[in-house]
T-cell receptor
Framework: DGGITQSPKYLFRKEGQNVTLSCEQN?????MYWYRQDPGQGLRLIYY???????QKGDIAEGYSVSREKKESFPLTVTSAQKNPTAFYLC????????????FGDGTRLSIL | QKEVEQNSGPLSVPEGAIASLNCTYS??????FFWYRQYSGKSPELIMF????GDKEDGRFTAQLNKASQYVSLLIRDSQPSDSATYLC?????????????FGTGTRLKVLA
């Protein structure tokens, strides 16, 4: 089935550790996005990529890094510089065309040990 | 002024009633409008989209768009307890060469059995 797969579902980070969240899609979508959602809050854009080998910072990029080496994959690294990483992380993708909606994966819940 | 505004709620309606959720946006050039449903602890799920002024119906859901007044609504007829969730409005615009996909912070709906 076509869709967006995020892994792992739950992730724990130790102090000073970098962790990487995986996002893979088989929808042949060009654009991919990472959002952060804190409890009871809306979605905040971390990074987005419109095409392979290109990505742009969103509203809260500090402490995060991404890569886009393949169309299907857009991993997010939460670095030790991100002092408050506990949140629900959502990956989304969008097809070509201005009117296309974003579709979401199931999310990764990150907590600090 | 926020780019996309929603009343955070909670909006409480009795089972079987019509729930009316509203969203206003600031960019007059906005072109596409989406409604997502997000259950607690889950990722957002696309339920409706609308591009043209007027109403669009899909089962128990009706999206209404009024570009002159810059608002988009979602009506849920015959509300069920399973409709209890947070509803996110998203708006796209293409301004000054930049494409934006902006989410509201969501309205929490509670359907009382």
């Amino acid at each position: 089935d076509g869709g967006i797969t995020q892994s792992p579902k739950y992730l724990f980070r130790k102090e000073g550790q970098n962790v990487t969240l995986s996002c893979e899609q088989n929808l042949n979508h060009d654009a991919m996005y990472w959002y952060r959602q804190d409890p009871g809050q809306g979605l905040r854009l971390i990074y987005y990529s419109q095409i392979v080998n290109d990505f742009q910072k969103g509203d809260i990029a500090e402490g995060y890094s991404v890569s886009r080496e393949k169309k299907e994959s857009f991993p997010l690294t939460v670095t030790s510089a991100q002092k408050n990483p506990t949140a629900f992380y959502l990956c989304a993708s969008k097809g070509q065309g201005f009117n296309q909606p974003q579709h979401f994966g199931d999310g990764t819940r990150l907590s600090i040990l | 002024q926020k780019e996309v505004e929603q009343n955070s709620g909670p909006l409480s309606v009795p089972e079987g009633a019509i729930a009316s959720l509203n969203c206003t946006y600031s960019d007059r050039g906005s072109q596409s409008f989406f409604w997502y449903r997000q259950y607690s602890g889950k990722s957002p799920e696309l339920i409706m989209f609308i591009y043209s002024n007027g109403d669009k119906e899909d089962g128990r859901f009706t999206a209404q768009l009024n570009k002159a007044s810059q608002y988009v609504s979602l009506l849920i007829r015959d509300s069920q307890p399973s409709d209890s969730a947070t509803y996110l409005c998203a708006v796209t615009s293409f301004t000054s060469g930049t494409y934006k996909y902006i989410f509201g912070t969501g309205t929490r709906l509670k359907v009382l059995a």
